[in-house]
């Protein structure tokens, strides 16, 4: 007898998921950009641009350059900031049936704090996403998803103040993310998900300069991918809470790999650039591959590797 | 909107210069002048991001094979510089591309009865064929100013001709044209004007920025396509900014040149920041 409709939903740390599909902060804007190419139903659920406070410009350009096999960013976490998002974004998420999680960040941990109390009262947000790649401009910079804790207090900070499901997005630019894992688990985050770019730098030859004006940026598409997976196989194995896998997934079979490395869900960020309908396209490919392939149940798959 | 493109045709038209003509659905038809596709050159991850080209020009074709049904093409111009045009350039007639498009806000064509001065650099022409095609159907005045570091730098002045478009044209080693730098030849005809003339440029960097002077200095409304890194073309990455005119390091103000562009008022933007 073969699977007519497989069941592909999950939970995410208590938010249920018609699908694990979900769009990476930064490369789907706030939602609308691409609802002429993608039916947002489709998917499991859309991450915003990451949020801040006050409006953000960003970088000076250029802000990105293209790799063998991925992309060099540094736009500079530009965003309208926490008062337009709300006046002038929420009211598209709210026509939308699909789970809304607002990604955001701060300079300082009571930043982080404001935000979360900001976020926590918009009933259409249904999760928060920390962004915590950025330097905590109080403790002289230092970037607060490095050091285990300086994360574990912003995460404890942003904990105390809401009761929405609290994702905390781990940087791959450290020495051992399991003990970073470990650090935002105990402080409080529901859910995990990694990885954030990786640091990389272009250098044009003929002008002996950097490519980008901001000299580094972040490093995302395929060619990391075996990173991500490294990375979410040893996080899944080291803590109890969900794992969103995120880096370089292209299609579904990217995307199975990364649930059978211990992601309960995944998030599509570059593969947007390329194909606005790619999150919607991977889950099309994934219930086809389970058809074809028997599987009756998604969850069934979720860390299901044999080492 | 997303759809699957057939090459109609793809040569080089000048050393480094290429033509390509590809089908388009029915909707494509309603492109305007100075927006722009982006192009999935192959399938692979390497380039992996698309590539953007102005639309050069739309058109219906009706097969001569009686019985065929017309066909929307578009076609678009482009410079091999890289691996991603490179590959364009190796396609063939029935290859198959993937067009995101048309994208971003094109040119203002404002009042007919004023003169419209156009003026390209090399591949900078691409988006103004376009608009020199509908501002003559506009019954608009239209000349252009083209020009290029040599006489392979400047593109299809028969097409403006055969519209009508009085051109004018210079490069900077005199094979083509005047030598040196076309907007000397503008600013003549800006004087003849007495100064009564709409701009419209798209070109290398320096060249807007001292069309943009030359708007600034007789006080009339200019128009200039921007180009930008861009990954997405839908107002996504960000990666594609400009600054506008109120920027500074203090207090930056960047202008999205996919969606708000790629073409802006040369007044709304800042200039050498």
Redesign the interface.
């Given at each position: 007898m073969s699977i007519v409709k497989p069941d592909m939903s999950v939970n995410l740390a208590g938010i249920p998921l018609r699908n694990p599909v979900m769009t990476a902060s930064?490369?789907?804007?706030y939602g609308e950009?691409?609802s002429?190419?993608v039916n947002l139903e489709a998917i499991g659920a859309f991450v915003t641009k990451g949020l801040s406070l006050k409006p953000r410009?960003?970088n000076?350009?250029?802000?990105?350059?293209?790799t063998?096999?991925?992309?060099l960013?540094a736009?500079g976490l530009?965003n309208v900031g926490i008062d337009a998002f709300i006046a002038k974004k929420i009211p598209f998420v709210r026509t939308v049936n699909t789970p809304c999680i607002a990604n955001f960040f701060g300079d300082t941990v009571d930043e982080y704090a404001e935000m979360t109390r900001r976020l926590n009262e918009i009933p259409e947000v249904v999760a928060l996403e920390m962004n915590i790649s950025c330097p905590n401009v109080k403790q002289g910079g230092i970037v607060f998803g490095t050091d285990p804790a300086c994360a574990a207090s912003v995460v404890a900070a942003c904990r105390a103040v809401t009761q929405k499901p609290l994702i905390v997005k781990l940087s791959p630019n450290v020495t051992d993310v399991v003990a970073m894992a470990r650090a935002c688990v105990d402080a409080g985050a529901d859910s995990l998900s990694l990885i954030n770019t990786l640091i990389g730098m272009a250098i044009d030859l003929k002008k002996r300069r950097p490519v980008l004006a901001n000299v580094t940026g972040g490093f995302s598409?395929?060619?990391i991918k075996p990173i991500a997976l490294r990375m979410v196989w040893q996080v899944a194995r080291a803590v109890k809470v969900p794992i969103i896998g995120i880096g370089g997934i292209?299609n579904a079979t990217d995307a199975l790999e990364f649930i059978l490395a211990g992601a309960t869900a995944v998030q599509v960020g570059?593969a947007?650039?390329?194909?606005?309908?790619a999150a919607q396209t991977i889950v099309e490919e994934i219930e086809a591959w389970m058809v074809a392939n028997g599987v009756a149940d998604i969850k069934t798959l979720i860390g299901a590797l044999e080492v | 909107m997303q759809f699957t493109s057939m090459i109609l045709s793809n040569a080089e038209i000048s050393p480094g210069y290429w033509r390509m003509r590809l089908t388009a659905p029915q909707e494509f038809a309603a492109a305007t002048p100075g927006q722009f596709v982006m192009v999935r050159v192959n399938g692979a991850i390497d380039p992996l991001l698309r590539r953007p080209f102005a639309v050069f020009d739309v058109g219906v074709h009706t097969p001569p094979q009686s019985g065929a049904v017309p066909q929307v093409y578009f076609e678009m111009l482009y410079r091999v510089v890289g691996k991603g045009t490179a590959m364009l350039s190796a396609l063939h007639e029935t290859d198959l591309l993937d067009i995101l498009g048309p994208l971003g806000t094109g040119f203002d064509q404002g009042n007919a009865d004023e003169e419209k001065l156009i003026v390209g650099g090399g591949i900078g022409l691409a988006p103004l064929y376009l608009l020199a095609r509908e501002l003559v159907t506009r019954k608009s005045p239209v000349r252009l100013f083209a020009g290029g570091r040599t006489r392979d730098d400047i593109l299809c002045i028969t097409e403006f001709e055969r519209l009508g478009v009085e051109c004018y044209t210079a490069t900077e080693d005199g094979s083509l044209g005047e030598q040196g730098l076309v907007t000397e030849a503008l600013k003549r005809r800006l004087d003849a004007l007495k100064g009564k003339a709409t701009l419209y440029a798209c070109g290398p960097d320096g060249m807007l920025h001292a069309v943009a002077k030359i708007a600034a200095q007789y006080g009339i409304p200019c128009q200039v396509s921007l180009e930008g890194y861009m990954a997405c073309g839908v107002g996504a990455c960000l990666g594609c900014v400009a600054p506008g005119k109120g920027h500074s390091p203090e207090t930056p103000d960047y202008r999205c040149v996919c969606t708000e562009g790629p073409v802006f008022e040369s007044s709304d933007l800042k200039w050498g920041a």
């Open positions: 930064g490369t789907f804007g950009e691409f002429e190419y410009a960003g000076p350009t250029p802000r990105i350059v293209e063998p096999g991925g992309m960013n736009i530009q598409g395929p060619a292209m570059t947007s650039f390329i194909n606005p309908g | -």
